[in-house]
C-alpha cells in the first residue's frame, strides 16, 4: 500500500478544502506592510510621500539655485574702483565674515580664485567683514545694496535632518507603533526630572523698580544678586556667600513678585519650582526630583532656585498620618541634605516663599540652611501709596484722584489687595464709559473689596428690611457712642455677599497692638445689632450669628492668649501641644485643669455679657437717633460717614436747646 504524499491537493478521506477556509497560519494579515490586501495602501502612500518631500527638497536645495563664479578679493577691488559694478547682495553671517554676490553693467571677463579666467555678469566673493561704511560707500557710487542675514549652521542642520525626521516619524509611529504598556513603562523613567523652569532675563519684565512697599527686602535681596554677580567683592573680607533665603510673610504681600523681580534683575539662571512639584503618587520621585533639581543647578551655578509654596513639601517631620516614612518626610530629607551636607554647592542660592512659616521643619530654618528670613508684612501708609503709584502709572487718572487719601483710607490692605483696587475702579470707569478714573470710581471699588458686591436685584420684603436696618443702626449708634471705637465710614442695607447689610469699619491708622479699651469697644459694638433687635421688636434673629462669633473669639482671646482678665491674670492657656500622628492642625490637647477651664468659661461670658449690657444702655439712651438712622436707611438704603455724623448732632443739638 502506497503512503500518501505530502504533496496530495485532495487526500483520501477528507473532505474538498475547496471548500474548505484556509488555514489560519497561511492566511495573509493586511496588518503588515508588504503582503497582499488593503492594507498595503497607506504604507505605501506614506512611503512615497516621503519620497517626494525628500526628491523637493533636494532639488530646491542643490540645484535650484543659481551658481556664481567666486573671484578674489583684489579682483573684487578692481571691480569696485573700475565703476563696472551694478548691484551687490551681501549675505552676513554671526563671525562677521559675508558673502558678497554682484551683478555687472555687462558682461565681463573675471579673474576665479583657481587664476582661470570666466565671462560672466555676476560673480560670488566672500569677505572678512562688511559694515556701514562699506555699504555707504558703494551707494554712493551708485550701487544698489542688499544686506540679508544668512541662516547659521544649526539651521542648516535643521533644513538636512527634516526629511531624515519625517521618515524616523513614519517608521517609529505608522510601521512600528508601540503597545500602551511600553510607553507607561518608557514614561516611568521620566518622573525622577525636576520639574523646574529655567527663567532667563528676557522671558520677565518684573525687576525692582515694580516693587513697593518693602524696602527692607529688596535691600536683602540685592545684596544677595550682587553676591552672585561680584562675589570677589564680599570674599576680600572673608564674607560667603549665603546659602538659603526664606521669605515670609500673609498672602497677597509680594513674595513671589519678589522672586520674578529677582528673576529679572539677575543676571544669571533662574529657575523656579513649586513645593507641590515634588510629591507624586510614586514613592521615591520626590527625593529624586530634589537631586535632579540641585544637580541641574550646579552644572548651571552660579544660578538661583526659587521653591514658591515650600511648606508643601518642608513640614514638620513626623506630623502626619503614616509616621516617619512617608513620601513627603523622604523629599525634606533629601532638600535638606542638598542645602547643607557634605557634598559641594558653590555659588547655588535657594530663595524660597512661604505664608506658614509655622509648620516649617526646624532643621529647615537654621542658619546654614535659610541664613536669611526675610519678613514681608502688609504695607504701611507709605508703602500704600508706592504700591498705587506703580499700579496707575499706566493708568488714566482723573486730577479728583489723590493717592494718598486713597492710602490713608485701606489700612490693612495688601499689595494684591491694593492692585485688586485699582483694578476694580478701571473696570468701573470703564463700565461708565468714563476716559479717565475718578474718585468716585475707587470710593465704590473700595466698598466693593470691603463689603462685596451689591446685589440689588434680591427681593426682601418690607419686614425684613425693617429689621436689617435696625440692626445695622444698632451697630452704628454702639460704635459712636463707646470709647475707643473704629469710626465708620459707611452702613448699608443693600444685601452684599452673602449678607443683608454691612457696617464698614475704617480705622484711622494702622494698628500693630491691640489694647484692652478697643478690644472691647470691638465687641461691644459687634452686638449692638442684637441689641437693636431684642430693644425694638423684643426678639432675636439669626442675624447676629456672625457678630456672636466675631464677639466670642475676641474674649476668649482675651481671656485665654493675651492676659487680659484679672482673675485668672496675665497666663497663656492657649492651644497646647499637639498630637503628632494625628497632624499639626489637629487634635489640641489640652495643658489645664476642669476647674480652670471652666474659670475661662466664665470670665469669658463675663465680658460678653457686661459689653451686651453696655450696648442695651447705650441704645436705650438714644433711641430717637436709632429710629432716625433706621427710618434714613430704609429710604436711602445706604449711609456714608457725613450723613451718619450729621444725625448724631442733630441730636445733641437737640438736646442742648433751650426747653
Not at 551681501?90 to 579673474?111: E, H, I
Not at 470703564?430 to 471699588?445: G, H, P, V
Amino acid at each position: 500500500m502506497q503512503p500518501n504524499k505530502s504533496n496530495d491537493k485532495a487526500p483520501r478521506n477528507r473532505p474538498d478544502n475547496r471548500f474548505m477556509p484556509p488555514d489560519r497560519d497561511t492566511d495573509q494579515d493586511d496588518r503588515f506592510p508588504g503582503k497582499e490586501g488593503n492594507g498595503d495602501r497607506f504604507p505605501r502612500f506614506i512611503l512615497f510621500l516621503m519620497l517626494a518631500v525628500l526628491g523637493l527638497f533636494v532639488f530646491q536645495r542643490f540645484f535650484s539655485q543659481d551658481i556664481s563664479p567666486e573671484i578674489s578679493y583684489n579682483e573684487y577691488r578692481s571691480i569696485v574702483s573700475g565703476g563696472s559694478l551694478s548691484e551687490v547682495t551681501v549675505k552676513t553671517s554671526q563671525d562677521n565674515s559675508a558673502l558678497l554676490t554682484g551683478k555687472l553693467k555687462a558682461p565681463d571677463s573675471l579673474r576665479l580664485t583657481s587664476g582661470s579666467t570666466v565671462r560672466s555678469d555676476q560673480f560670488m566673493v566672500r569677505l572678512p567683514g562688511f559694515d556701514r561704511a562699506q555699504a555707504d560707500s558703494l551707494s554712493a557710487s551708485g550701487v544698489q545694496v542688499k544686506i540679508t542675514q544668512s541662516s547659521d549652521e544649526f539651521s542648516n542642520f535643521l533644513l538636512l535632518m527634516l526629511p531624515w525626521g519625517l521618515f524616523g516619524f513614519a517608521y517609529f509611529f505608522i510601521f512600528r507603533r508601540m503597545s500602551m504598556q511600553n510607553d507607561v513603562q518608557r514614561n516611568i523613567f521620566s518622573f525622577g526630572k525636576s520639574r523646574a523652569k529655567l527663567i532667563s532675563e528676557f522671558d520677565v519684565k518684573v525687576t525692582f523698580n515694580d516693587v513697593a512697599g518693602v524696602d527692607e527686602a529688596i535691600e536683602e535681596l540685592k545684596e544677595t544678586v550682587e553676591f552672585l554677580m561680584n562675589p570677589e567683592k564680599f570674599q576680600k573680607i572673608g564674607g560667603k556667600i549665603p546659602k538659603g533665603v526664606l521669605l515670609l510673610g500673609p498672602p497677597g504681600t509680594g513674595k513671589t513678585l519678589l522672586a520674578k523681580a529677582i528673576a529679572g534683575e539677575a543676571k544669571v539662571p533662574f529657575f523656579s519650582i513649586s513645593g507641590a512639584d515634588f510629591v507624586e503618587m510614586f514613592v521615591g520621585v520626590g527625593a529624586a526630583r530634589v537631586r535632579d533639581l540641585f544637580e541641574t543647578a550646579k552644572k548651571n551655578s552660579p544660578c538661583i532656585v526659587f521653591i514658591d509654596e515650600i511648606d508643601a513639601v518642608g513640614r514638620s517631620r513626623g506630623a502626619g498620618l503614616g509616621g516617619g516614612h512617608d513620601e513627603r518626610e523622604q523629599t525634606l530629607n533629601q532638600l535638606l541634605v542638598e542645602m547643607d551636607g557634605f557634598t559641594a554647592r558653590d555659588n547655588v542660592i535657594l530663595i524660597a516663599a512661604t505664608n506658614r512659616p509655622d509648620v516649617l521643619d526646624s532643621a529647615l530654618l537654621r542658619p546654614g540652611r535659610f541664613d536669611r528670613q526675610i519678613t514681608i508684612d502688609k504695607p504701611d501708609i507709605r508703602g500704600r501709596k508706592a504700591i498705587l503709584e506703580i499700579h496707575t502709572r499706566k493708568k488714566p487718572l482723573d486730577s479728583s484722584v489723590d493717592l494718598e487719601t486713597i492710602a490713608k483710607s485701606t489700612p490693612g490692605f495688601s499689595g494684591a489687595d491694593l492692585a485688586n483696587l485699582v483694578n476694580e475702579a478701571a473696570l468701573l470707569a470703564s463700565r461708565y464709559n468714563q476716559t479717565e478714573i475718578t474718585a468716585d470710581n475707587f470710593e465704590e471699588a473700595r466698598d466693593k473689596v470691603l463689603m462685596g458686591p451689591e446685589r440689588r436685584s434680591m427681593y426682601i420684603s418690607e419686614e425684613q428690611k425693617k429689621l436689617t436696618a435696625y440692626h445695622e443702626a444698632g451697630h452704628v449708634i454702639v460704635s459712636k457712642f463707646t470709647s475707643g471705637s473704629d469710626p465708620i465710614h459707611k452702613v448699608t442695607i443693600i444685601p452684599r455677599g452673602r449678607s443683608l447689610g454691612q457696617t464698614a469699619y475704617l480705622p484711622l491708622e494702622d494698628r500693630y497692638t491691640q489694647n484692652r479699651e478697643y478690644l472691647i469697644a470691638m465687641i461691644t459694638y459687634a452686638l449692638g445689632g442684637r441689641a437693636a433687635e431684642e430693644l425694638i421688636f423684643n426678639e432675636v434673629s439669626t442675624g447676629a450669628a456672625n457678630d456672636i462669633e466675631k464677639a466670642t473669639e475676641i474674649a476668649r482671646k482675651m481671656v485665654k492668649n493675651w492676659g487680659m482678665s484679672d482673675k485668672l491674670g496675665p497666663i497663656n492657656y492657649g492651644d497646647g501641644h499637639r498630637e503628632v500622628f494625628l497632624g499639626k492642625d489637629y487634635s489640641h490637647v489640652r495643658e489645664y485643669s476642669e476647674d480652670t477651664a471652666l474659670q475661662i468659661d466664665v470670665e469669658v461670658r463675663r465680658i460678653i455679657t457686661e459689653c451686651m449690657d453696655n450696648a442695651r444702655k447705650i441704645l436705650t439712651a438714644h433711641v430717637r437717633i436709632l429710629h432716625e438712622m433706621a427710618a434714613r436707611l430704609i429710604e436711602k438704603e445706604s449711609l456714608d460717614s457725613e450723613e451718619i455724623d450729621a444725625i448724631v448732632s442733630s441730636e445733641t443739638a437737640v438736646a442742648n436747646s433751650p426747653a
